[in-house]
């Protein structure tokens, strides 16, 4: 079965540093662009950073540019995102996703291919 797993999540003190994880399987994912997503109590979903296939084009949402790297493993089945600097309003349930299209992951549509189950990121004051 296809299956894209996060870990890393946890409890940090704002100010202090995660490295969150996704690993795919059940098939390559060489050709898929990947992005992570989160979701804050009692808000929608919201897009946090993408890197396409090649790992040459990335983009992230305005609220985490600068304190956020997104980045690929070699085999492109794995992708990381390192937080620095994390914030109270960091705290979210992290989703990570994948899909062939780049531009359908920057936009984060439910055209998706697919969603994670998601890792807690919990940022405490």
């Known amino acids: 079965q296809v299956q894209l797993v996060e870990s890393g999540g946890g409890l940090v003190q704002a100010g202090g540093s995660l490295r969150l994880s996704c690993a795919a399987s059940?098939?390559?994912?060489?050709?898929?662009?990947m992005g992570w997503f989160r979701q804050a109590p009692g808000k929608e979903r919201e897009f946090v950073a993408a890197i396409s296939s090649g790992g040459v084009s990335i983009y992230y949402a305005d609220s985490v540019k600068g304190r956020f790297t997104i980045s690929r493993g070699n085999a492109k089945n794995t992708v990381y995102l390192q937080m620095n600097s994390l914030k109270p309003e960091d705290t979210a349930v992290y989703y990570c996703a994948a899909d062939p299209i780049y531009n359908t992951v920057v936009s984060g549509t439910n055209d998706m291919d697919y969603w994670g189950k998601g890792t807690l990121v919990t940022v405490s004051s």
């Open positions: 059940g098939r390559t994912f060489a050709s898929y662009a």
